[in-house]
């Protein structure tokens, strides 16, 4: 047991101390600097820009107006002028670009603007709105009518809905939450199979060979030594994956919180929970179990080149499995009831892949899911077992006939 922790640790430390990891763990950090710090001088800009006092106008009215009124545009308009002749000399002097008057008579409102430039739209459908219900108030009061008149007047009519189908809006949202999961999870396991499908193969493979190997061996079993340098890379991937959880929740809370992008985050907080939630079910077992599958693989390419020097070619075959099931899960991922889709959901080198994509689109229901879960992890014991026990062999001999060549006589060696 001491052994099997030795291996696991020292492979695990000598990943995570490495350049290449620390530069997967900076880089997306680096990019969210780089994008909070666009985001937060794009929005001082435009802040800045807003709060401009030539894009604002003055409001001369009663308190109670004017309050209404600012409560929907504050930004535009410059609340500290209480008088026309403040507001005329602001204007003359370029403070503003215009002033709007309401004036109170014979039981009418009316609002006059003043202005260099034309009111903006916006603000004058608001004044507008604003005096609207003002004027209706004192129609009322001037018309000396009973509470129960004043009652009858003030209902409204009903509207009683009952939707039989789903709206199209509503298709639309699940459509885009649908392909955001699985765009997500396609490019997640693409990016993590093709990273460690490299490292595992040349880890594995610079080992090859050599009189090390050699001696690791006579000290402890193949088995132990295989379990203990897979098990120290799937830390290392998890270390990575924990990481960016944390960047990616970190992010998203100060997002949420920043003045710059609160609101856009607080629009689509339902597409990021729903994306979450088609990820973070049974799809996560198969994401985590379709990446310790292809580490696995990785590792058996890496014991199988016939020299340490062909290390950068060891994640070849890996590559190109990796390469097929994306562009495959590109092609099928709006058809997934296909009957390719369907086999491959269930095969246990692309069930990682397939059978999310299926379950996603509401085409695999719960039961299918943990059938084909059932296929893969027995498949990954399988094949951890069988690798595990002819390791020593596939890593001592160092053939030049080939991946399949080393494969046999390594199985043969005793």
Known sequence: MNKFKAIVQE???DQVKSKSFIILLLLPIILIALSGIVGFIS???ASSSGNDDTDQIALIA?????????QKDGNSIDSSIKTEQQAKQKLKNDDIYGYVKVIKNNGKYTAKYIGNETIDSGVRDDVMQSLSLHQN???????????EQIKKLSNKPLFDSHVKKQSNDNKSDDNVIKMSSLQVLIYILYFFLFIYSSITASVISKEKGSKLIEIIFSSTTSTNYFIGKITGIVMMMLTQFAAYLIMFFGSYFFLSQADFSKDFISENS????????NLVNINLVFIIFGLLLGIILAA?????????????KAGQPVFMLV?????LSMIFQNNSNNIIPKILSYFPLSSYFFMPIRMINNQAN??????SLVILIAFIFGLTYFISKVYKGLMLQNNNGGWFHNLIKGVKYR
Request: glycine residues 6%; hydrophobic residues 40%.
């Open 270 to 277: 339902n597409y990021v929970h729903q994306i979450i939630d």
């Open 300 to 312: 058996t390419a890496g014991s199988l080149v016939s020299r340490r020097e062909d290390a950068n």
């Open 43 to 45: 929005y001082q800009n």
């Open 323 to 327: 390469v097929i099931l994306f562009v």
């Open 366 to 371: 719960i039961y299918e899911g943990l059938i």
């Open 62 to 70: 009663d308190n109670g107006i004017k309050q209404s009124i600012v």
């Open 137 to 147: 108030q004192l129609n009322l009061s001037n018309s000396n009518l009973t509470s």
């Open 11 to 13: 492979t695990y430390v």
